[in-house]
């Protein structure tokens, strides 16, 4: 699976996260590097760097800034399946590298 021009939007995040369902992730390349941005909804921009660990997971390396004026930048475990209805959805395990360092989890779908 190539990533490269495919747009996820955000379906659900944990509270301790910065975007929310109006948030979309574009990926621009899939050649030795994944590399993507994001933007909508409380998210004004943020860029994406990720490396392929196999066909269906990646780790990646995150930052962004919000409406809000922050910046906020992060790490991520990415898995990538089909769900039931056939649609393909990426889970992210994620953690903060600035502010409190948490934790937390997110899932988009392919649109």
Do not use: C, P
Request: no cysteine; proline share 0%; charged share 20%.
């Amino acid at each position: 699976m190539n990533l490269a021009g495919t747009t996820f939007r955000a379906v659900s995040n944990s509270k301790n996260g910065s975007l929310n369902s109006e948030t979309e992730m574009r990926f621009t390349s899939d050649e030795g590097l994944v590399i993507g941005t994001y933007s909508g909804g409380t998210i004004v921009a943020g860029q994406v760097l990720g490396k392929r660990l196999s066909e269906s997971t990646m780790e990646m390396l995150y930052h962004g800034a919000t409406i809000n004026g922050e910046v906020q930048a992060g790490r991520a475990q990415a898995r990538f399946a089909k769900d039931a209805d056939d649609r393909l959805r990426m889970y992210l395990d994620w953690q903060w590298l600035t502010g409190d360092q948490s934790h937390g989890q997110s899932e988009w779908l392919l649109v």
